[in-house]
C-alpha cells in the first residue's frame, strides 16, 4: 500500500547536525514514532552512558581500545572526536538498515558531517536553536553537565553554527511543532524526487 513515507526498496540516508540542547533527539524520535520506515542510527562512542541512557539503545558504549580496533577494521563510515571522546558510524547499521527499504537518520557533529559531504548520497540538514542565550538556559535547565562544560559546549555550537550554509536544509528551532513540520516536509519531498531504483 501506498504511504507518505517507505515506499522506497532502499532507504535514504540523512545526516542531522545540531549544537547539543537544540531538541534534535525530541525531533528525531518523533520522526521514529511516527514513521516506523524511519530509523535513527546508534552510533559507537567512548564517552561514559549519562544515568538515563542505555547501551545498544542510545549509543554501543565501547572501550578507547574496542574503538581503535573499529577504526583499523574499517568499520566506520565516519568518525571524529567530540569533547574529548570518539564517536562513530558504523557501516554495517547503515547499509543494513537501508538495504530493507528503511530511511536512516544519523545525527552526527559537524565534523562527521562534512567528511561524508561530496562522497556520501545523502541530505544534509542542520537544525539550529534560535538564539545563543536560549541555548545556555536549555543547557543549564538539563543540569546533567558542569559549567566549565556548558562554556566548552557553547563556543562549539557558535562555531558549528557558521557551518550550517554547507548543509541543504537549515531549520531553526523556535517552536518545535513547526521545526517538526518541516523535517517531516524534507522526508517525505526527499522521498519523492526523481530517482532510479536501485534494486
Ligand atoms: P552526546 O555526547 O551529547 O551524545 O553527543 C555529542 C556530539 O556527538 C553530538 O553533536 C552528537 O550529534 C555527536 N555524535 C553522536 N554520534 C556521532 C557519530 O557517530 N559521529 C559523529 N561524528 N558525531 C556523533
Known amino acids: 500500500m501506498e504511504q507518505v513515507l517507505g515506499n522506497r526498496q532502499r532507504?535514504?540516508?540523512f545526516v542531522i547536525s545540531a549544537p547539543a540542547g537544540t531538541g534534535k533527539t525530541t525531533l528525531v524520535r518523533m520522526l521514529s514514532q511516527e514513521f516506523s520506515c524511519v530509523v535513527e542510527s546508534i552510533s559507537y562512542t567512548t564517552r561514559p552512558p549519562r544515568a538515563t541512557e542505555i547501551n545498544g539503545r542510545d549509543y554501543f558504549f565501547v572501550t578507547q581500545a574496542e574503538f581503535q580496533r573499529k577504526i583499523a577494521a574499517d568499520d566506520f563510515l565516519e568518525y571524529a572526536q567530540v569533547f574529548g571522546e570518539y564517536y562513530g558510524t558504523s557501516k554495517a547499521y547503515v547499509e543494513e538498515t537501508i538495504s530493507q527499504g528503511k530511511h536512516i537518520v544519523l545525527v552526527i557533529d559537524t565534523q562527521g558531517a562534512l567528511q561524508l559531504m561530496g562522497f556520501l548520497e545523502a541530505t544534509f540538514i542542520f537544525i539550529s536553536p534560535p538564539d545563543l542565550m536560549e541555548l545556555k538556559s536549555r543547557l543549564h535547565r538539563r543540569r546533567s553537565e558542569s559549567e566549565e562544560v556548558i562554556d566548552r559546549r557553547l563556543s562549539w555550537a557558535e562555531k558549528e553554527m557558521e557551518l550550517a550554509k554547507r548543509y541543504d536544509y537549515h531549520i531553526v528551532n523556535k517552536n518545535?511543532?513547526?521545526?517538526?513540520q518541516v523535517l517531516r516536509a524534507i522526508l517525505i519531498a526527499?522521498?519523492?524526487?526523481?530517482f532510479e531504483e536501485k534494486c
Open 11 to 13: 532507504g535514504l540516508i
Open 190 to 194: 526527499e522521498e519523492h524526487t526523481n
Open 176 to 180: 518545535l511543532d513547526i521545526a517538526y
